[in-house]
């Protein structure tokens, strides 16, 4: 696993998402190191310089979960604060409902914790959404095929077109096309991304590829079996939500009057908020609001 570190004192692992690196933090980094927190931001499972298991089967949420009490463990820690954001989320979530005695606290960034469904993830999404949802489209090999073409080219259409600069619909496959049909193509980067910034990004995924981070996705359904046990158990370390306004997720069908229900499996939820003019790309897109958060719910938590 390879890990960006900086900093002495209480732990804080920020874990990012899809399709991103430990560089995504890179404004959380300073900013909690200047507070007095050690940090730790790897590359997950499948990412960067982290190996890529080629077995599909190898990105279930256990292994994810697993992936962060291991780094604990090889760092000589028993307990950290977990902050994650789009696909880091549902680990930290789940990083905290399974070893909550390994979790200070848990912040969500993007993706709510959503308590474990009575069907198949896959077939909830083609009864509501349609076979054309994205996350379906990612099961198939042309997914791979598709984003590993021009690396960078994809990641600056996906990250401008789920931002909050762009204009936002339902992230849809037209039918007998790919994902970036659907995405849109920026003139400019919007003012948070610079192009040096996209160019850490697209040296990762030159080397690595995106085919890591689309297993975290055909996962959906083994990960859903192998949570049964687990099955509407409460998440009880302190926690926190930060969303986007403007984010997908938060836009997507029934989260927004989800969001006000989560501290019923969340009951130390302490705080829920929603950044105006904010799209999906969290902590990039609004750093100082983020890093203001972040240290004030660190500082509410027991030394």
Same mark, same amino acid.
């Given at each position: 696993m390879h890990i960006a570190e900086a900093g002495s004192g209480p732990l804080v692992v920020l874990l990012h998402g899809f399709p991103e690196s430990w560089y995504a933090w890179r404004h959380q980094i300073p900013a909690l190191v200047d507070a007095g927190y050690r940090v730790v931001a790897p590359d997950q499972r499948g990412y960067g310089g982290t190996d890529a298991p080629a077995d599909v089967a190898a990105y279930s949420m256990l292994h994810l979960v697993g992936d962060v009490i291991g780094l604990l463990d090889t760092l000589g820690v028993y307990d950290a604060v977990i902050v994650g954001h789009d696909w880091g989320a549902p680990v930290a979530w789940h990083t905290? $409902?399974?070893?909550?005695?390994?979790?200070?606290?848990?912040v969500g960034l993007s993706v709510p914790h959503r308590p474990r469904g009575s069907r198949r993830p896959t077939d909830v999404m083609r009864a509501t959404?349609?076979?054309?949802?994205?996350?379906?489209?990612? $099961?198939?090999?042309?997914?791979?095929?598709?984003?590993?073409?021009?690396?960078?080219? #994809?990641?600056?259409?996906m990250m401008y077109s789920a931002s909050g600069d762009a204009p936002q619909r339902a992230p849809m496959v037209?039918?007998?096309?790919?994902?970036?049909?659907?995405? $849109?193509?920026?003139?400019?980067?919007?003012?948070?991304? #610079?192009?040096?910034?996209?160019?850490?990004?697209?040296?990762?995924?030159?080397?690595?590829g995106f085919t890591?981070?689309?297993n975290w996705y055909r996962n959906l359904d083994r990960t859903w079996e192998l949570m049964a046990a687990w099955h509407r158990a409460p998440i009880t370390p302190p926690a926190m939500y930060i969303g986007g306004e403007l984010d997908l997720v938060v836009n997507g069908p029934g989260t927004r009057e989800y969001l006000p229900t989560m501290v019923d499996s969340i009951p130390n939820l302490r705080r829920s908020v929603l950044l105006g003019g904010c799209g999906h790309w969290t902590q990039q897109e609004r750093p100082d609001e983020v890093n203001r958060e972040l240290l004030t719910f660190l500082a509410s938590l027991p030394s």
């Amino acid at each position: 696993m390879h890990i960006a570190e900086a900093g002495s004192g209480p732990l804080v692992v920020l874990l990012h998402g899809f399709p991103e690196s430990w560089y995504a933090w890179r404004h959380q980094i300073p900013a909690l190191v200047d507070a007095g927190y050690r940090v730790v931001a790897p590359d997950q499972r499948g990412y960067g310089g982290t190996d890529a298991p080629a077995d599909v089967a190898a990105y279930s949420m256990l292994h994810l979960v697993g992936d962060v009490i291991g780094l604990l463990d090889t760092l000589g820690v028993y307990d950290a604060v977990i902050v994650g954001h789009d696909w880091g989320a549902p680990v930290a979530w789940h990083t905290a $409902q399974l070893r909550p005695d390994r979790v200070r606290g848990v912040v969500g960034l993007s993706v709510p914790h959503r308590p474990r469904g009575s069907r198949r993830p896959t077939d909830v999404m083609r009864a509501t959404l349609g076979e054309s949802f994205y996350m379906l489209y990612f $099961q198939t090999p042309a997914a791979d095929a598709e984003l590993n073409a021009d690396p960078r080219r #994809t990641l600056r259409m996906m990250m401008y077109s789920a931002s909050g600069d762009a204009p936002q619909r339902a992230p849809m496959v037209p039918s007998g096309g790919g994902f970036l049909d659907y995405c $849109q193509d920026p003139a400019s980067l919007p003012a948070w991304l #610079t192009e040096a910034d996209l160019d850490v990004f697209a040296e990762d995924y030159a080397k690595s590829g995106f085919t890591g981070g689309l297993n975290w996705y055909r996962n959906l359904d083994r990960t859903w079996e192998l949570m049964a046990a687990w099955h509407r158990a409460p998440i009880t370390p302190p926690a926190m939500y930060i969303g986007g306004e403007l984010d997908l997720v938060v836009n997507g069908p029934g989260t927004r009057e989800y969001l006000p229900t989560m501290v019923d499996s969340i009951p130390n939820l302490r705080r829920s908020v929603l950044l105006g003019g904010c799209g999906h790309w969290t902590q990039q897109e609004r750093p100082d609001e983020v890093n203001r958060e972040l240290l004030t719910f660190l500082a509410s938590l027991p030394s």
